[in-house]
């Protein structure tokens, strides 16, 4: 395998994120290809992907743990790409009961043997078809969010992250915090040039104190309720001080220290029941730290994990 799977930017010395390739919908409409059923699905993550940290999040809250099976890759990300590994060879792993793959590239050859992007997470497979349905993270947590509601209790039921009236405001939100946060500490941190890192960097920040000033007067960043802007956006936030802040270079402001409204929203989704459990902060830093050598090429993972999301609000 060519080591191009390690150079995230390009000869321009910008970062371009890859279109995701799978885009199939698993719906409750019991005709549908795709149709959900319990133990039919089974998702692939990594805990340090902010991308499939959303998954991992929507799947817990929903309560879905029990219908969607979960396999995990190991921190490290090589040559080869995400690698599965046993608990015992890293703390958190889960392995592929499913498939028994080695590396989240096989799944991608069996869904597709002439497939030929990035093999990334996260991925939901149906084991009935045997195939990848979809690996685009926003549209994953939205499967999740409504497909299932047939098999779960009522209360997990009545949560809805994408509610219809307002579902564009939230759009709204996604468009702006995926391309200038979610994205924009991606484009920070793998920028090659200094051009192209500072094209970003201060957008990010822009972005950070607009929210930080909504915040001020609202619990949540649309209605006053907790939606999956706040899913997207959170998954990016509780990873800015251990990581973004010194390894992406976005050090202008951190969140600890200079956005109290931000921090004590991530207080209080992370005090969630379902929450806290999926976030590895160990599986988090030494990924970045251990994986990006371009970046970081001793490898030496920073001591703090950030601001402590468990202190009261």
């Known amino acids: 395998m060519s080591k191009n799977i ?5 000869k321009d ?3 371009h994120r890859q279109t995701s390739s799978f885009r199939d919908f698993i719906s409750a409409d019991s005709n549908a290809i795709f149709a ?8 692939y993550i990594s805990w340090a992907c902010p991308w499939a940290h959303r ?3 929507v799947r817990s809250l929903k309560g879905l743990d029990s219908l969607i099976g979960l396999s995990v890759v190991d921190f490290l990300l090589g040559e080869n790409g995400w690698k599965f590994s046993t608990d015992d060879e890293c703390p958190g792993a889960i392995p592929d009961t499913v498939n028994n793959a080695k590396f989240i590239r096989e799944l991608y050859f069996k869904a597709n043997p002439d497939y030929e992007g990035r093999f990334t997470v996260p991925v939901i497979w149906d084991k009935k078809l045997k195939t990848i349905v979809n690996n685009e993270s926003s549209e994953i947590i939205r499967m999740l969010n409504t497909a299932f509601n047939e098999f779960i209790p009522d209360d997990k039921k009545a949560l809805d992250f994408y509610p219809e009236s ?3 405001e939230i759009d709204d939100w996604n468009t702006a915090i995926y391309d200038n946060v979610n994205n924009g500490v991606y484009k920070s941190g793998f920028a090659s040039t200094q051009e192209a890192y500072e094209n970003h960097v201060f957008s ?3 972005w950070l104190d607009k929210i930080e000033k909504h915040l001020a007067t609202t619990d949540y960043l649309v209605g006053n309720v907790f939606t999956e802007a706040d899913i997207r956006l959170w998954t990016t936030v509780i990873r800015f001080d251990p990581v973004y802040f010194g390894h992406f270079k976005c050090n202008i402001k951190g969140i600890e220290k200079d956005y109290p409204n931000i921090l004590k929203w991530a207080r209080r989704i992370y005090q969630k029941p379902g929450v806290s459990s999926t976030v590895h902060m160990d599986h988090i830093k030494n990924h970045y730290y ?3 050598l371009q970046i970081n090429p001793t490898g030496v993972v920073p001591i703090s994990n950030g601001p402590d999301l468990s202190a009261s609000i």
């Open 6 to 10: 390690l150079k995230w930017a390009s």
């Open 290 to 292: 251990k994986s990006h």
């Open 166 to 168: 307002l579902r564009s």
């Open 36 to 43: 959900a059923e319990p133990d039919r699905y089974h998702l």
């Open 55 to 57: 998954a991992a999040l």
């Open 13 to 15: 010395g910008e970062f």
């Open 204 to 206: 990010v920040f822009t």
